[in-house]
């Protein structure tokens, strides 16, 4: 790992920046403020109820 990061070769890419997510900064915003259930907002946006937690925990997009 420190040869990694010594040699810039980790990776940048967060949030939106990544080309695998799904969700946009406005709807992370949307889901932290949001009053729904994990579940109804896991189907809004077509991601899993964990990854919902994880938005409303700040332990994924921590950077919005």
Not at 23 to 31: P, Q
Request: glycine fraction near 4%; charged fraction near 30%.
């Amino acid at each position: 790992m420190k040869d990694m990061v010594k040699k810039n070769r980790q990776s940048h890419l967060r949030g939106e920046n990544n080309g695998r997510n799904i969700l946009t900064e406005e709807d992370v915003k949307f889901i932290r403020n949001s009053k729904l259930i994990a579940k109804q907002l896991a189907l809004q946006f077509g991601v899993s109820i964990s990854n919902i937690y994880d938005i409303k925990h700040k332990r994924s997009w921590k950077h919005v």
